[in-house]
């Protein structure tokens, strides 16, 4: 396999001058790789040295010294690679996920102008109950506007492919989504969220998006994972309705074990779907 190479400033140098081009010195060079790691970080989830070296195209090695520098600046971190399902021998695989202070260097400048108009509509509605609904009537207004864009790509979509068509929506809108197959159905993983402070802040947000989700889809779905609550990905569960051989059983048994799992996504803080 090829390998990026990361040359020296000394050939950096002669290559530029050769080109006409100003050289671009060792230390830029390495931050540019540094910027590209953070960024597939973001683009694909919490990943492994080795998931990142493949996107890459770099060793192992280098991405490695490229993660300890971006560790040891608070943008990402390491954790334990979530296991579904029997656990294998041996120690479990290390995943390292953007940290709130990563993702504040992506797309995120306007999260505390967007916290603040929140709290304005909650306390110009008088706070309580009566401002939560008023933050959640905001929110689904959004939402509904969002959809309209993303409508027409998801009906214009094959049956089948519809959740791959409103990731493509999304991705275009700023979230890094993707759809992948799960058992009994589909997820849909959203690996940045613009909004991520705010919706920490004002789950509404969070709660009027799966709403819309639901809509544009045709089919009750279920959040099992949010950046705002500590998780790595947004993921979205999305039963296959119709699917061959599915009895009606075989969905509550599934949408049982989804709605265990939403429940101990909210207290477990930080870990990643992953």
């Known amino acids: 396999m090829k390998y990026a190479s990361e040359a020296p400033e000394g050939r950096a140098a002669e290559t530029a001058a050769r080109s006409g081009t100003p050289a671009v010195t060792a230390p830029e060079e390495q931050h540019g790789t540094r910027n590209r790691v ?9 990943s492994t040295a080795a998931e990142l070296a493949l996107r890459l195209e770099l060793t192992q090695a280098a991405v490695r010294r490229h ?11 390491p954790r334990e690679k979530r296991v579904y399902g029997a656990r294998r021998r041996g120690r479990p695989a290390k995943v390292f996920a953007l940290t709130d202070c990563g993702r504040d260097a992506f797309d995120q400048a306007y999260d505390d102008l967007a916290v603040d108009a929140l709290r304005w509509i909650e306390q110009t509605a008088g706070g309580g109950e009566a401002g939560r609904a008023a933050v959640a009537a905001f929110a689904r207004a959004r939402l509904a506007a969002q959809a309209d864009g993303y409508r027409g790509a998801v009906e214009a979509a094959a049956p089948g492919r519809r959740t791959e068509a409103l990731a493509g929506a999304l991705s275009a809108d700023g979230y890094a989504a993707t759809a992948r197959s799960a058992p009994v159905g589909e997820q849909l993983c959203q690996h940045h969220c613009p909004v991520a402070h705010a919706a920490e802040r004002y789950p509404q947000l969070c709660e009027a998006e799966t709403e819309v989700f639901s809509q544009l889809l045709g089919t ?20 296959k309705t119709g699917h061959p051989g599915q009895t009606d059983t075989a969905v509550e048994k599934t949408d049982h074990r989804i709605t265990k799992t939403t429940t101990a996504s909210a207290s477990t803080a930080g870990r990643n779907p992953e």
Do not use: K, M, W, Y
């Open 38 to 46: 953070a960024r597939s970080i973001l683009d694909h989830g919490p």
């Open 67 to 77: 993660l300890d520098t971006l560790v040891a600046d608070g943008v990402v971190e």
């Open 220 to 239: 009750h779905v279920q959040r099992l994972a949010t950046i705002a609550h500590g998780d790595g990905v947004c993921t979205t569960f999305i039963p």
